[in-house]
């Protein structure tokens, strides 16, 4: 751990916050000469303390450690490099428009890589008004089901939330362009053609 570095970053977040250095220490119970230590480069917190100063400051532990958040890219956000993340734990689902490091329930997510609709993955879509409907003959129990359907385009995602148990429809606004990537709770991302 590079101490320079990381009292660096931690001055920068703490300003970012608009905290003194009493302000935060006392917010960790603890003095303000160590804060300043820190920030002077002279130490690095201790093990015990990063859980505390990563919740103050609204940053990783891990990149407390580096010493460096390392920004993504101003062009990262586009649409078509949506992301999607499943947590195996509790089953949430999240994405990201660009590069970012995911967790959650502990666990350091990787991405879903899509695969292209098969004959057992696949979606029916109709144009009924305004509307796609979806429709699909996958199981829905408690052990094997689709747990989202979401509707890709260039500036923004619509997505549908699915439970097991529930109907094997869905409607969503039509809109020009876009891509349908579903979830399976056992097999994956996949991307409907």
């Known amino acids: 751990m590079d101490c320079d570095k990381v009292g660096k970053l931690i001055f920068g977040l703490r300003k970012e916050k608009g905290l003194t250095q009493k302000q935060l220490a006392d917010t960790m ?3 303000d000469r160590t804060i300043s230590k820190w920030e002077r480069g ?19 532990i891990e990149k407390i450690l580096i010493g460096d958040l390392g920004s993504n890219s101003a062009d990262g956000g586009n649409m078509k490099r ?5 947590c195996p734990t509790c089953n949430n689902v999240l ?5 970012a490091e995911v967790s959650c329930c502990g666990r350091k997510l990787a991405a879903l890589i899509p695969k292209p609709s098969n004959q057992e993955h696949y979606l029916n ?18 052990e094997h089901y689709l747990n989202f359907v ?26 020009h ?7 399976c709770s056992k097999h994956g991302l996949w991307v409907n053609d």
């Open 42 to 60: 002279m130490g690095c917190p201790d093990v015990s303390l990063l859980h505390e100063l990563s919740k103050v400051l609204g940053v990783n």
């Open 82 to 86: 949506i992301k999607f993340y499943n």
């Open 177 to 183: 362009g876009g891509k349908l990537f579903f979830g």
């Open 125 to 142: 879509v109709e144009n009924i008004e305004n509307d796609y409907y979806i429709t699909f003959p996958h199981e829905m129990s408690k």
């Open 150 to 175: 979401a509707l890709i385009s260039v500036d923004r995602i619509l997505f549908v939330r699915l439970y097991p148990e529930q109907g094997t429809d869905v409607r969503l606004p039509r809109h």
């Open 95 to 99: 994405t990201a428009t660009g590069e």
């Open 29 to 31: 119970n603890i003095s």
